[in-house]
């Protein structure tokens, strides 16, 4: 059975950081494009960044330039760098695991996901 289970979340003030990570197992991931996800209350969904098999990354342009994705392959697990939080960046996080290789912004393109953890930012 596949599980991705995220770790790291939790109550930051504005400026700070976390490092979010995502543990996969019941196979491995390191054909597949993996991603991050985040969801507002009251708000849909909405992609925040993914990281190809070969290691290209994309990025919401709302992130860019503060967080950075990366992945371990020996370890099945992919982590969020999450620098200069801003309290808009307040959500439950998701991962995802690809059906394919290549890295995408779109939820369809996943077929795995976490349970999510809370991020919450304090202005």
């Known amino acids: 059975q596949v599980q991705l289970v995220e770790s790291g979340g939790g109550l930051v003030q504005a400026g700070g950081s976390l490092r979010l990570s995502c543990a996969a197992s019941?196979?491995?991931?390191?054909?597949?494009?993996m991603g991050w996800f985040r969801q507002a209350p009251g708000k849909e969904r909405e992609f925040v960044a993914a990281?190809?098999?070969?290691?290209?990354?994309y990025y919401a342009d709302s992130v860019k330039g503060r967080f950075t994705i990366s992945r371990d392959n020996a370890k099945n697990t992919v982590y969020l760098q999450m620098n200069s939080l801003k309290p808009e960046d307040t959500a439950i996080y998701y991962c995802?695991?690809?059906?394919?290789?290549?890295?995408?912004?779109?939820?369809?393109?996943?077929?795995?996901w976490g349970q999510g953890t809370q991020v919450t930012v304090s202005s």
């Open positions: 995802a695991g690809g059906r394919t290789g290549v890295g995408s912004s779109r939820l369809y393109e996943y077929e795995h």
């Open positions: 019941g196979r491995s991931f390191s054909g597949n494009a």
């Open positions: 990281i190809s098999w070969n290691g290209n990354t």
